[in-house]
């Protein structure tokens, strides 16, 4: 079973720029969930997918960011214009069911000078 | 406010020194509490869920218990393999997110 899947890897843009984050879960799962975490902070959530419905969105810092899931496959996490607290490592996860463990990939690590 | 405290912020082993490492919790409503492992460059990895206050749950050298307002990780005979990050995170009810603590960055020395 292929895992959860982020593209880029890593990504190093200029203030006031725009990045795209990808995420492949894995197949199957419904439950699509984005997280990040600040340098010395702890990981946390931003938003959740049912499908292509947003569940929960309540923890998206501000209206730079744009979440989507396209017909409830990937998903794409837009931040324009990047801002330097923007910096961080962006976490997708995916899960089969409500309550199941969460799988997560990489991480996309962003740093915006 | 939902909170998660871990402690240590880091911990030193030597191969074969048992230890734990502790999660203090504070949230409304408590619908699971779960353990997360990471490496290096890599994402967390699900470890454990535990549900109610007595619970324990084991897997290899891990055994990870929980009461009602904390849980511990206990490591037996840890290896230079079971070096990495230790997550502690909750979900309250009606909700489908986690509160994750800052972690226990953990060191086994052979």
């Known amino acids: 079973e292929a895992g959860v899947t982020q593209f880029p890897s890593h990504s190093v843009i200029e203030k006031g720029q725009t990045v795209t984050l990808r995420c492949d879960p894995i197949?199957?799962?419904?439950?699509l969930y984005w997280y990040r975490r600040v340098m010395g902070k702890e990981i946390k959530f931003l938003l959740h997918f049912v499908k292509e419905s947003k569940q929960d969105e309540s923890g998206m810092p501000n209206n730079r960011f744009l979440a989507e899931r396209t017909g409830g496959t990937y998903s794409t996490l837009k931040v324009q214009p990047a801002e330097l607290e923007d910096s961080g490592v962006y976490f997708c996860a995916s899960s089969p069911a409500y309550n199941s463990p969460l799988h997560f990939g990489n991480g996309t690590r962003l740093t915006v000078t | 406010e939902d909170q998660v405290t871990q402690s240590p912020e880091a911990l030193r082993l030597q191969e074969g020194e048992s230890s734990s490492l502790n999660c203090s919790y504070t949230v409304s409503g408590l619908r699971g509490l779960f353990w997360y492992r990471q490496d290096p460059g890599k994402g967390p990895e699900f470890l454990f869920t535990?549900?109610?206050a007595g619970e324990e749950k084991e897997k290899e050298r891990l055994k990870a218990t929980l009461t009602k307002k904390e849980s511990f990780l206990h490591i037996t005979a840890p290896k230079p393999e079971d070096s990495a990050t230790y997550l502690c995170?909750?979900?309250?009810?009606?909700?489908?997110?986690?509160?994750f603590g800052t972690g226990t960055r953990l060191q086994v020395f052979p």
């Open positions: 995170a909750v979900k309250r009810d009606n909700t489908d997110k986690l509160i």
């Open positions: 535990l549900y109610s």
């Open positions: 197949s199957g799962h419904d439950n």
